[in-house]
């Protein structure tokens, strides 16, 4: 009888043990925290110096840039009908060419060519997407860009940048993450910032404003407006390495400590974008 | 305050011991390693600032009848360069290991400090090796019971020593076994036998993480049985453990699996042996932050072989707790006495064989990358093994008594070992090596001896060839020791370094004293698995050893 109850009281010791675990089940992280895994959003922004609404645009990625550091990489498209300079005129309001040849490809001009977008109302822009069919307005893009903050890259990027002689190189490495089918196009876009020129902005007593600061503003593709393909086979393992290397050379008015490369990766197919890099191209 | 208390219990049993003394049976043992430092900035070896460190530790135990005590006092001042802990955490003196002990009953009793193995030691494995400066003790209590003649169930809960303090966690676990022959009458002359057993141990360790939900109550089991059949024995064990995201699976949800299987079979000159193992996801800490050698609870078995010759133990192998495979071979046969190939005293011959992959990793689904933190990381079928080659041992050793003054250990031994995994050194890649090794020692008379390593090790990659040799010249109560290790093939002309030590050694009875000077280069040692980073240095270095 005594060495029944030992029996019993080592079973019952075993046994409670056995309660003695926690299985987790997903999600594994607490409420209200928000886990970035790494996953950049692109934003284009088609925006023009006399969009009264641009300014808009502008200010919801500057609190997105704020919500999430590092994950947003902006693009600023000056396009249209309302991008365009007016006047030659220097001490004249939107004087400025904020318009070269990419943004009109990309944006169009708002007279003879369209571009690959089309832009006929502003402000509109994307969030990871390369195709005219996700345009939306900038109260949208805050939970689009949400909505990819938690994902995992399918692709990482690094850009190794040199400047000299009036050239920028780009030494790009794209890295999968993830196995993927898919046809990957790269696209590096030379971005500035920090250029303070005329802006209409309609929140503003003073707009017009004088001195407004334009980041992010697109001055030239370094491998044409919708890149190159990436990968010939579709079926990308992880560890698929890729390396490229592009040359460009800026233009006198373009001040190099103020440029940036914006490298990004979009499916051929989806027009997703996949993952964005920017770097300062004087580090 | 906190101290007094946590040696109340010490002193408490030294007050007994005293009563006790008198007709018990008191032993303990001293070992002091002190080292000098010098600066030489062509072997990158650096000197600290208080120049002199040392690594210090006396047991003394008692025993009368059933009841037994002891105490370890510990003094690191300071912990010599390579040891764990030496950043300071180690740093200190004072008695962090005592225990009292007693049986009674068909219990047996453990308060205090305790070393505890269930099993293969999947699920628990607190031990020291003080060689590597390991020490994970569980400080608490340890109560075995037989109930039965074959019957054997423990049980621990406590926490971890982590230096001269505690870990944060706190360990449970139980531990049965039953020897089936024992339990029948009527099979207890059988030559088949059967032992099953079976553990758990639960850790349990605070959730303050703001980002994860992370598990308090981490759980480990394993299942066992051991079968014989004369001299033809099999051992297999598998472990299974619960999600524990922690430091060194990078966070992930994955549960985590173990399994070991090992036949041998031994007769008189001749021993067989082959056993597998594959491991994914085990390690168990209990800190979920801890790393390197730290507050381990489980230590999984090692399956390839510890060199202890310096250039067959230049790259080590270290288990891969995040996921292997492994199988190990070995031949040991005993060439009789006046046989053609035993000659007139014998000869031993030790063929051994492992090799090392790892567990292939899947995706649990198109959007998460293997091994993302946060999620379950991946997905590795049971007992599912790799392409990639992680380590291969080939090697074969001869043991000759040619006379009764000449005897020699020949070793030959070819290794392949991928580098991007144990990392080793700066090297990258597969590092192929062969090592030729002769161990030759002439007695001229009862006492005096002078015993002889060659050692070569060749390779096109890493550092390169190296040359080693040894003279150690015994006479009674001392020997001295003259070495030379040589990086000649080193392919940077200026780094082909010699390092060269020399020794006195004095021996009497139960006592030891060492005295070296020289040079080590950077390496990594390892014993039973465990392995650490060992500086290069320069210095004097005096070893004390004494036990009664």
């Known amino acids: 009888m005594k060495k029944l109850a030992i029996y019993l009281t080592l079973i019952l010791v075993a046994g409670s043990l056995f309660y003695a675990c926690d299985t987790i089940e997903e999600p594994y992280y607490e409420d209200n925290v928000t886990v970035w895994n790494g996953r950049k959003s692109l934003i284009l922004d088609f925006t023009g110096q006399r969009c009264g609404f641009c300014p808009d645009g502008h200010r919801v990625i500057e609190q997105l840039q704020t919500t999430y550091p590092d994950a947003v990489v902006p693009i600023a498209v000056h396009c249209s009908f309302l991008g365009l300079a007016v006047t030659s005129d220097t001490t004249q309001p939107f004087h400025y060419n904020f318009m070269d040849s990419i943004n009109i490809a990309l944006g169009g001009d708002g007279m003879s060519s369209t571009g690959h977008f089309n832009i006929t109302s502003q402000p509109v822009g994307t969030v990871n997407s390369f195709s005219p069919e996700d345009i939306s307005a900038p109260g949208a893009w805050a939970t689009k860009t949400a909505g990819f903050i938690s994902l995992f890259p399918e692709f990482s990027i690094e850009v190794a940048p040199t400047f000299s002689d009036s050239t920028i190189q780009a030494d790009i490495n794209i890295y999968t993450e993830i196995a993927t089918e898919r046809q990957v196009q790269i696209v590096v876009y030379i971005v500035e910032s920090h250029i303070f020129e005329w802006q209409e902005d309609y929140s503003s007593d003073d707009s017009p404003i004088e001195n407004y600061e334009h980041n992010h503003v697109l001055r030239a593709s370094m491998n044409g407006t919708f890149g190159e393909k990436l990968n010939t086979d579709v079926n990308l393992s992880v560890g698929d390495e890729f390396e490229k290397s592009y040359n460009l050379k800026i233009k006198p008015s373009w001040n190099p400590e103020n440029l940036q490369i914006v490298a990004f990766v979009y499916d051929n197919d989806s027009k997703e974008v996949l993952q964005a890099e920017e770097v300062y191209v004087k580090e | ?548």
């Open chain 2, 1 to 548: 305050m906190k101290r007094i208390i946590r040696y109340l219990p010490v002193l408490l049993v030294m007050f007994s011991l005293n009563a006790f003394a008198q007709d018990g049976r008191f032993t303990g043992n001293f070992q002091g390693d002190f080292q000098y430092y010098l600066s030489d900035s062509t072997i990158n070896a650096v000197s600290p600032d208080e120049l002199l460190l040392m690594n210090s530790y006396a047991n003394f135990s008692y025993t009368k009848g059933n009841f037994s005590a002891g105490l370890r006092y510990e003094a690191y001042l300071k912990t010599l360069a390579g040891f764990p802990g030496e950043d300071g955490r180690n740093d200190g003196l004072g008695i962090p290991h005592r225990w009292a002990q007693f049986s009674s009953d068909g219990f047996d009793i453990t308060v205090g400090n305790f070393y505890e193995q269930f099993g293969n030691g999947f699920t628990l494995r607190a031990y020291e090796e003080k060689a590597l400066g390991v020490d994970n003790s569980i400080d608490g209590v340890r109560v075995k019971y037989s109930p039965i003649q074959g019957v054997n169930f423990t049980g621990i809960l406590g926490k971890q020593r982590y230096y001269f303090d505690y870990g944060p966690g706190i360990i449970r676990g139980v531990d049965g076994d039953v020897s089936i022959n024992d339990l029948f009458e009527k099979l207890q002359d059988k030559r088949f036998r059967v032992i099953v057993g079976g553990s758990f141990v639960s850790k349990f360790q605070e959730d303050n993480d703001p980002v994860y939900v992370l598990p308090e109550n981490v759980a480990t089991s394993a299942a066992r049985i051991n079968l014989s059949y004369g001299l033809l024995n099999f051992n297999s064990e598998y472990a299974y453990k619960i999600n524990d995201p922690s430091e060194d699976n990078k966070y992930i949800y994955k549960p985590g699996q173990a399994f070991l299987a090992t036949a041998t079979y031994s007769q008189r000159g001749l021993g067989l042996l082959v056993s597998t193992k594959w491991v994914d996801n085990m390690s168990f800490r209990s800190d979920r932050n801890a790393t390197l050698t730290d507050l381990n609870i489980n230590l999984l078995p090692e399956i390839t072989k510890n060199h202890t010759y310096t250039l067959a133990a230049y790259y080590p192998y270290a288990t891969q707790p995040n996921g292997e495979w492994g199988a190990q071979a070995e031949v040991m046969y005993n060439f009789k006495r006046k046989s053609k190939l035993g000659g007139k005293y014998g000869t031993n011959l030790a063929l051994n064989f492992s090799r090392v992959h790892n567990v292939p990793r899947n995706p649990i689904n198109d959007t998460i990358p293997v091994g993302a933190s946060g999620t379950l990381g991946y997905e590795s079928p049971f007992f599912s093994i790799g392409d990639e080659l992680f380590y291969q041992d080939i090697n074969l050793e001869l043991t000759k008594k040619i006379s009764k003054s000449l005897k020699f250990v020949l070793t030959y031994q070819n290794l392949t070992l991928n580098n991007d995994v144990l990392m080793q050194s700066e090297f990258h890649d597969m590092i192929h090596a062969n090592i030729a090794i002769a161990d030759v020692t002439y007695k001229f008379n009862r006492k005096t001896s002078l015993r002889g390593e060659f050692q070569g090790m060749f390779t096109d990659d890493d550092k390169g060839d190296w040359a080693m040799g040894l003279l150690e010249f015994s006479i009674p109560k001392f020997f001295f020791t003259v070495m030379d290790s040589w990086n000649y093939g080193n392919s940077n002309v200026d780094e082909r370094y010699h390092y060269y030590t020399v020794g006195l050694g004095y021996i009497s009875g139960g006592s030891r004293v060492q005295l070296s000077y020289g040079k080590q280069r950077q390496g990594v040692m390892c014993v039973g698995g465990v392995c650490r980073t060992v500086p290069a240095s320069n210095g004097l270095m005096l070893s004390i050893s004494s036990t009664f």
